[in-house]
C-alpha cells in the first residue's frame, strides 16, 4: 500500500486499444499515469497506411459492443458519439463465392436475412438460420456471467456459475464440438457453413479446430456493427486525446526496452534510450508473448510461458490500396470465398505457407450500405489469411507474387476489377507484422482458439509479477477491439482493487462476445 502523500505512479506500455483504455481509466482515478509507445501515434493494431498519400484504415476494420466503451465513458461525463460520429451498417458484410453468380447479404435485420437466405439458397435454409440465430443468442445468454464477465474464468469456476441447469443448456448446445462439425448441424448448404465458419477466423483461428462456442459472434453482430466517420483510427485518436485530457502523458516514439523489478516487485522500466522512469505499477498492452520470450528483460521472462509458433492464431497478407475498382457492387465489407475452404486453412496451419487459394476480405472504406462510392480512387483493405511465422520465415517475392495473383484472379471471377498502380499500393505480410509487434511471429489474434479448452488458456490481467498487469488481445478475454478494451478495463480494475480503490468484488460489466475481421 502506498502513503498518501504520494500519487501511486503508473506506466502503461502500448498505446493500443487496451493501453488507452486503461490508461485513460486510471488518470481519471486520479493516478499518475505515463503513456509508453514505440510507433509515432497510438492504435497498436489499430492502424492506418498512407498510401498514394492518404490514410487507409489497414487494421481492425469493424466496430461492434460499442456498450464496452460507452459505459466507460459515461463514467467520465461523455459518450461515443460526443467524441465519434459513427454509423449504424444495415449491411453487415456482402459474401460472393467462386464460380456463383450469386451473391449474399447478411444484415442487421435478422428477418431480412432469413427472407435473404431463402432467396439464396431455400426456404428450409432459411429456417435453420433462424434456428441458429436463436441458439448463437441462448449461448451468449448462458457464457455472458460465468465466462465473458469474469476476471479469469477457469473450468471450475465456469462449471459452478453456470448450475446444474447452465451446463445442461451449455451441453445440450454442443459447445464441446468444433464450429464447423456444429455448423454443419445447422446447414445443408455447405455454402452458409463456410459464410459462419468464418467466425473462426475473428479470433484467428481455423473452423475445423475452433470451438463451436465462436457462434455467439453471430450475436455480437446482430447487436449492432458500426462504421465510424474517417476510419477505425479515429477510435484510437479519441481515446487518446481524452487520456491527456485527464492527465495521462504520452510518450510517442519511446520504445519499452526493460520491465524493470526490486525486491520482486515492479519498479519501472528502461526505455531504448537508456532512460529509466520509476514507477509503481506497468501495465503491459502487447503480446505476452515478448515477456516470455525475455524481449523485455529478465525479470519478469520466467513469469510468462511461451506460446509454440503452431499454437499461435492467424496472420496476414493485406495490401492497402487507393484504387480504381469496377463490377462487383462493393458495400464496405465484403467476403470472396473460394472453393475449397479446408484446403486454405490446411494451408496455413498444417504446411506453413500462404494460402494456395485464400478467402479475400475487402474493406471498401468509403462505401455505405447503398454501396456508392465518390468517382474515381477510393480506400480499399484486402486481407488474405496466413501463417504467423513471420520472426521464423520470411516470404519471398515468389511467394507473395502466388498469393496476390491468386487472390486478385479469384476476385475478378466474382466480377471485381481493381486497377491500381506500383505506388497505390502497400502489401504488408506476417513478418512486418512480427516487427510491428514483437514476441508475436505475426500472429493477429494471440494464441489460437483451438479446442473448447482454450478459452482458458490466456493470462489474466494479473501476473505472478506484483504490481505487473497485462492488457491487449493476447490475454482475456481476447481479441478484437471491444474485447482488447475490456482487458484495458479489467487491468485497470485490478490495479486500483491491488490499491484498494475499489472493492476486490467489483466486476466491469460486459455484454459481449468477439468480433474482428
Known sequence: MHSAARTPRVVVVGAGIGGLVSALVLAHRGLDVTLLESAATPGGKIRQVQVDGVGVDSGPTVFTMRWVLDQMLQEMG?????????????????????????????????????????????????????????????????????????ERPDLLSMVGDLGFQGLATLTGLGPFASLWRSLGRHFHDPRLQQLFGRYATYCGA???????????????????????????????????????????????????ERILTNGGRISGVQLD?????????????????????????????????????????????????????????????????????????????????????????????????????????????????????GDTHSFNSSEIHECESSSLALMRRCGLQIEASPQQVVRTLPQDFAHLFPGSGGALYGQATHGWMSAFARPSSRSKVPGLYTAGGSVHPGPGVPMAAMSGRLAAAALMADLGLTKLSHRVVISGGMSMR
Open 206 to 256: 481455423s473452423p475445423w479446430s475452433a470451438p463451436a462456442t465462436l457462434m455467439l459472434v453471430a450475436q455480437v453482430e446482430l447487436d449492432g456493427v458500426w462504421s465510424v466517420s474517417g476510419g477505425m483510427f479515429e477510435v484510437a485518436k479519441a481515446l487518446a486525446q481524452l487520456g491527456e485530457k485527464w492527465g495521462v502523458k504520452p510518450r510517442y516514439g519511446n520504445a519499452c
Open 273 to 389: 534510450s537508456g532512460e529509466i522512469i520509476v514507477a509503481d505499477h506497468v501495465i503491459f498492452n502487447g503480446d505476452v508473448a515478448a515477456m516470455a520470450q525475455g524481449l523485455l528483460g529478465p525479470a519478469v521472462k520466467p513469469s510468462f510461458q511461451a506460446v509454440p509458433a503452431q499454437n499461435r492464431s492467424l496472420s496476414a497478407f493485406t495490401l492497402s490500396m487507393h484504387a480504381k475498382s469496377s463490377g462487383f457492387p462493393l458495400v464496405r465489407h465484403n467476403v470472396f470465398f473460394n472453393q475449397n475452404y479446408h484446403a486454405e486453412f490446411d494451408d496455413i496451419f498444417q504446411k506453413r505457407r500462404l494460402p494456395k487459394q485464400g478467402t479475400v476480405y475487402v474493406c471498401a472504406q468509403d462505401r455505405s450500405d447503398e454501396g456508392l462510392a465518390a468517382p474515381g480512387l477510393e480506400r480499399l483493405l484486402c486481407l488474405v489469411n496466413a501463417p504467423a511465422d
Open 78 to 150: 461523455t459518450s461515443l458519439s460526443e467524441i465519434l460520429k459513427l454509423e449504424n451498417i444495415g449491411v453487415l458484410a456482402r459474401h460472393a463465392w467462386d464460380g456463383s453468380p450469386q451473391t449474399l447479404d447478411l444484415l442487421s435485420d435478422t428477418e431480412r436475412t432469413a427472407d435473404a437466405i431463402a432467396a439464396f439458397s431455400s426456404p428450409q435454409e432459411a429456417k435453420r438460420f433462424l434456428g441458429f440465430c436463436k441458439e448463437a443468442r441462448s449461448l451468449y445468454d448462458t457464457l455472458e456471467k460465468p465466462y465473458i464477465r469474469s
